[in-house]
């Protein structure tokens, strides 16, 4: 048995909405590194049929051209998908405590939110009450539909 090998697979993919605006800072080597938090949420019903929120906070880790895009594009609030892999790292604290984190650090980025044309500026829209105009776009070609459950479809519909 001691010679199972397991399959490398280490793919993580979450949407979320930024808790706070990224932090972007240069390694020693000039090397460009953007860190920021996301908060995606999960609806389920509970034993009792009652729709719950529970919210999962992630940290989320871009490195070079990525990191800075993130810097340029993303403010808090803003809604991201992100596409990477999972990574832990530890570290000794000011205190001397030993502390340790797992995040994603991102292949990919996708911002979601409206580009505003006039100005050139992400804008965050509600999209919890969407203008006339969107409400008649065709999204049935949207590709993250097949992520959403048949309840969650009925919901957004």
């Not at 949407?15 to 990224?22: E, F, I, Q, W, Y």
């Not at 880790?61 to 790292?89: F, H, I, P, T």
């Amino acid at each position: 048995m001691a010679d199972l090998k397991m399959p490398e697979i280490n793919y993580v993919i979450v949407a979320g909405n930024l808790t706070k605006d990224p932090m972007y800072r240069k390694t020693t080597n000039n090397t460009p590194v953007v860190n920021f938090s996301i908060a995606s949420n999960r609806k389920y019903k509970d034993s009792s049929n009652q729709w719950q929120e529970d919210v999962c906070y992630i940290g989320v880790v871009a490195w070079n051209k990525l990191a800075e895009s993130c810097r340029d594009k993303l403010k808090k609030g803003y809604a991201v998908l992100v596409d990477g892999e999972l990574q832990s790292r530890n570290w000794k604290s000011e205190d001397g405590h030993n502390r340790s984190i797992v995040e994603i650090k991102a292949r990919r980025i996708q911002f979601l939110n409206k580009r505003n044309k006039s100005e050139g500026v992400e804008k965050i829209e509600d999209t919890f009450k969407p203008e006339i105009n969107e409400l008649e776009k065709d999204y049935s070609g949207d590709s993250f539909d097949k992520f959403l459950s048949n309840e969650e479809s009925e919901l957004l519909k």
